[in-house]
């Protein structure tokens, strides 16, 4: 059997400099896509500068090379539209405190770890309907009202985070408690689906591009190969809810709630497996095609000598 180690550092090198030189055309593509999402919701009348300013801020967001690089960056960018701003995670039926934004003028921030109710108000509507819904801070549920809501913010807008049509996350943003505080919902909308559309490009990046290296990882000891799949997979895997929601009967619209957000998990169907398989193949074809076509030469004197994979 022929030694392919050689062939097997050519491939891998073909293949990085494809995705290299594909992604800044894919940015480009993703920000004229979410663009083309809201034609009546962003003021084609609103100044240069401002729009300037939104464009910088999708390129943030797309700067991350990480799940948490983009999340953090969603939130930072997030909060020159809004007053606050905070994320929260979905896992098992139960909504969990991320990060937040403008809540805070310390260090310590209130939202990590805090459990939203998503059984009612505004953040069920999101749930439900994968689609942002705007309201008054009584229409959140009543402990987050209590504790966050001080004098009335205003208008609050809660966001579906969708990946892989799951809602994976929801951003809940407000005009905050401080006078003269803009509020922006056409700009948050578009933060929130360019971050989406993002975290599904790394996602298969990472998936198909050989010797991507994500977030570096203290090592302590060997993890089972189902957990570490699944962190990798997962861009909330690092941050499980302390708490869950009681388990009801199922309902038709609900079952976004208690997938994996991204990839397949160990209790994945067969269905789910295969279309992943039939991607990374047609994938896996489009490169070896483009390969060929950069190397028409090298794979006909290849052929010609057969030594092509020394």
Known sequence: MPDTTGAKKNIEKAIAQVLDREMSQMRNALVEQVLQHLPEAIDTAAPASDLAQLVKAVAAIQGGTT???????????????????????????????????????????????????????LAERAMQSRMPFSGQSKDMDSEFATRFGGSDPGEVLVLPLVLKEKVAALLYADA?????????PAALELLVMSTSAWLEVTSLRKQSGPGQESAPVERTEPVPMAKAAAAVSDPF???????????????????????????????????????????????????????????Q????????HKDLYD
């Open 297 to 304: 030469a090298k794979v006909a004197d290849g052929r010609k």
């Open 67 to 121: 799940q948490r690089e983009i999340l953090r960056a969603l939130l930072d960018n997030s909060v020159r539209y809004c007053g606050r701003t905070a994320l929260f995670v979905v896992k098992n039926g139960a909504a969990t405190g991320w990060q937040s934004r403008g809540f805070s003028a310390g260090d310590d921030d209130p939202i990590k770890d805090f459990p939203l109710e998503i059984r009612n108000g």
């Open 176 to 184: 905050g408690t401080e006078k003269g505080s803009g509020f922006d």
């Open 237 to 295: 895997a690092a941050h499980a809810p302390g708490h869950t929601a009681p388990v009801r009967a199922p309902e038709p619209a609900a079952n976004v709630e208690t997938q994996t957000v991204i990839g397949s998990s160990p209790a994945a169907s067969n269905s789910e497996d295969a279309d992943v398989h039939r991607k990374a193949q047609r994938f896996a074809r489009l490169l070896v095609d483009e390969i060929k076509l950069y190397n």
